[in-house]
């Protein structure tokens, strides 16, 4: 596999979970759009709700959460969670799978977890849906957690295992043996998928202790593998200060640990799906590829999230809940949905959109000519990356890897005036917060 310039692979711009992306987002769009949105859409969906608890703070997520396992505060919040759901029901919307993530879902203990899937079972019968996935945290639950999630209708679980290696676990404050992992996945015939999380570019991490924790990983055979750019931002998230930057793998180390890691895995029999997702070719996200804030998925691209910093999109609305708990509060007891902002796409932002997605999740797509003139005459001189026959566009192998960049050739709302180093800052630190908040 070819490797390309850490300058390339590096380049800052979004993961294109959204289009467009969270900071051309309006904080006038509030709950009455919300609900004119809801009023005016049916079609199928993808179901979110975030759990914003974790017991202990990894130094390296991104994440928007909470440390405590204060039992009353998680119920305090589980309460209007609750209250949240209720306000979705008068518009009942066609739910076709679930994604419970954080956070730490499996936070919740048993009672607090039957007390939210009883109220779920309330917009939709959760055990005849395609797919329930829940996140796990491996070092708080056991065999009999994972029994009772699967009597509740999950049917995925998704581990943040990130590294295997024990100085790399201790950098980041989530030391988990895979030996714990092993235990957990005696009981993996109740799910019809197990997902793996991986990072690279962690502080300690070297291309041979990565090689390690992917042929350990490979033993254990997950249906899903997502691989991961650790984005180290201790501007955003305070606690990234904890990690020593000269721990750090240097840049040109990050394109060979993502390509030898890729190039592993596909050899081992996974397929490579979109950007950075792997899946053996009994998965079901081999046969069909969608994209939405959480990744790439099998199910639908529409999605509704329920909780705070929740992200959703239906229709031609984006919208997203508010961060602070207290204001996620006040909201549902008002009996308004937590909305902070929002927007609505126009034309051109979905022309755009579907040539984006069509890129990441399918790599090749069909455009109008005319419309995209500008953008194809720019691919022709890329040929490495694609390659441009008339009005189709199909990416190279190479391209994969800079799929990114590729994408970028079809933005047009983050074209920054040349020299312009205080826009570039700025805009740089929204993507970074855009781009990996959602995954947890």
């Given at each position: 596999m070819r490797i390309p310039s850490s300058e390339e692979f590096n380049a800052p711009g979004h993961w294109f979970t959204s289009y467009p992306s969270l900071n051309h987002w309006s904080e006038s769009f509030r709950h009455s759009d919300y609900v004119e949105a809801l009023t005016q859409f049916t079609d199928p969906l993808h179901l979110y709700?975030?759990?914003?608890?974790?017991?202990?703070?990894?130094?390296?997520?991104?994440?928007?959460?909470?440390?405590?396992?204060?039992?009353?505060?998680?119920?305090?919040?589980?309460?209007?969670?609750?209250?949240?759901?209720?306000l979705l029901k008068p518009f009942e919307p066609d739910i076709q799978d679930i994604h419970f993530g954080g956070g730490t879902p499996s936070h919740l203990d048993r009672k607090q977890f039957a007390q939210l899937c009883s109220k779920l079972d309330e917009l939709t019968d959760i055990r005849s849906l395609k797919e329930v996935a829940m996140e796990i945290d491996p070092?708080?639950?056991n065999q009999d957690d994972l029994k009772h999630y699967a009597s509740f209708g999950v049917n995925r679980i998704s581990f943040g295992i990130q590294d295997y290696d024990?100085?790399?676990?201790?950098?980041?404050?989530?030391?988990?043996?895979?030996?714990?992992?092993?235990?957990?996945?005696?009981?993996?015939?109740?799910?019809?998928?197990?997902?793996?999380?991986?990072?690279?570019?962690?502080?300690?991490?070297?291309?041979?202790?990565?090689?390690?924790?992917?042929?350990?990983?490979?033993?254990?055979?997950?249906?899903?593998?997502?691989?991961?750019?650790?984005?180290?931002?201790?501007?955003?998230?305070?606690?990234m200060k904890l990690i020593n930057v000269t721990d750090l793998p240097s840049p040109e180390n990050l394109p060979m640990m993502f390509c030898e890691t890729a190039e592993s895995l596909m050899e081992a029999g996974y397929l490579w799906?979109?950007?950075?997702?792997?899946?053996?070719?009994?998965?079901?996200?081999?046969?069909?590829?969608?994209?939405?804030?959480?990744?790439?998925?099998?199910?639908?691209?529409?999605?509704?999230?329920?909780?705070?910093?929740?992200?959703?999109?239906?229709?031609?609305?984006?919208?997203?809940?508010?961060?602070?708990?207290?204001?996620?509060?006040?909201?549902?007891?008002?009996?308004?949905?937590?909305?902070?902002?929002?927007?609505?796409?126009?034309?051109?932002?979905?022309?755009?959109?579907?040539?984006?997605?069509?890129?990441?999740c399918n790599h090749k797509v069909i455009v109008d000519p005319f419309y995209f003139e500008k953008e194809l005459n720019q691919l022709w001189s890329r040929p490495e990356l694609c390659e441009v026959w008339g009005n189709e566009i199909t990416v190279t192998d190479y391209g994969r890897i800079l799929l990114r960049n590729i994408c970028k050739v079809f933005d047009n709302k983050d074209v920054l005036p040349e020299h312009d180093k205080i826009a570039q800052k700025t805009i740089t630190r929204k993507i970074k917060l855009e781009d990996h908040r959602v995954f947890g």
């Open positions: 709700l975030h759990i914003p608890f974790c017991k202990k703070l990894c130094s390296y997520c991104i994440c928007n959460v909470v440390i405590s396992s204060d039992r009353e505060k998680i119920q305090f919040f589980l309460d209007h969670l609750l209250k949240e759901i209720d070092r708080t639950v024990l100085r790399v676990q201790e950098a980041i404050n989530r030391v988990q043996p895979p030996e714990l992992i092993d235990e957990l996945l005696e009981v993996r015939h109740l799910f019809r998928g197990v997902n793996f999380d991986l990072l690279y570019g962690l502080p300690l991490q070297t291309r041979q202790t990565l090689r390690n924790t992917v042929s350990r990983v490979l033993k254990q055979r997950p249906d899903r593998i997502t691989l991961l750019k650790y984005c180290h931002a201790p501007e955003i998230r305070k606690h799906i979109g950007l950075d997702h792997f899946c053996l070719p009994s998965d079901s996200l081999s046969k069909k590829v969608g994209r939405t804030f959480n990744g790439f998925t099998s199910g639908t691209n529409e999605m509704i999230g329920l909780g705070p910093t929740t992200t959703g999109v239906f229709g031609r609305t984006y919208c997203q809940s508010t961060y602070d708990l207290h204001d996620y509060y006040n909201s549902i007891n008002k009996g308004e949905f937590p909305i902070h902002r929002g927007y609505r796409m126009t034309d051109d932002d979905m022309k755009r959109r579907r040539v984006i997605f069509s890129l990441l």
